[in-house]
């Protein structure tokens, strides 16, 4: 995978990340382009995990700039205010990303791991896989447990933290933040170097990207 462009080129820009989250809080720093609830109640991010993702990713602001500041985002809302949801619904998010012409799949939560890999989270991000989406999903912050649904799941990109607490033997591992610990902080970090990477490399496939960040 050669990378052959300016290193102050890459921004991600022409790639579109869906989260699959808590929603996005309105914010001119980030570009968000499209906003959809699957909870019932409401877009607002009441809960506030899923703008901290979208912040670590896309953020423009002076100071405080995102992985991928050129990328699209589209916020896909999923948990509640309590930071719960249904595995059905977020399913029907990803099968909306599928339709919709998403590159890149960020999934910061997990879902139960007793079916791992069977479970309706895990069959609907394989779908996603099927359809040419990098799907990218946090491992989960129970390492004693293992690797949380969908990132159990085969050709899903899970993502640990660098933080030992977290070793639960993640596809790759990446930082957090001082101020928020966890796997679903480093995901957002590697979903923002894979829209660096598939920007730069426009006709690279979602393997493509996922090879080369492993």
Known sequence: FDLNVPPDTLQGNGITIAIIDSGVSSS?????????????????????????????INSNELGHEGVASGAQLISLKVLGSTGRGKASNAARAIDWAIENGVNILVIPGGGDISNCGNDILSEAAKRAVEKGLLVIAAAGDLAT????????????????????????????????????????????????????????????SAENIQEAIL
């Open 28 to 56: 001119d720093n980030l570009n968000v382009v499209q906003a959809l609830d699957f909870t019932g109640e409401g877009l607002p991010d009441d809960f506030g995990h899923g703008t901290i993702v979208a912040e670590i």
């Open 145 to 204: 447990e293992g690797v949380t649904s969908p990132g159990c799941a085969d050709d899903i990109l899970s993502v640990g933290s660098t933080t030992p607490l977290f070793a639960n033997y993640p596809d790759v591992t990446a930082p957090h933040t001082a101020q928020i610990i966890g796997t679903s902080v480093s995901t957002a970090y590697v979903a923002g170097i894979a829209a660096l990477l598939w920007g730069a490399k426009p006709d690279a």
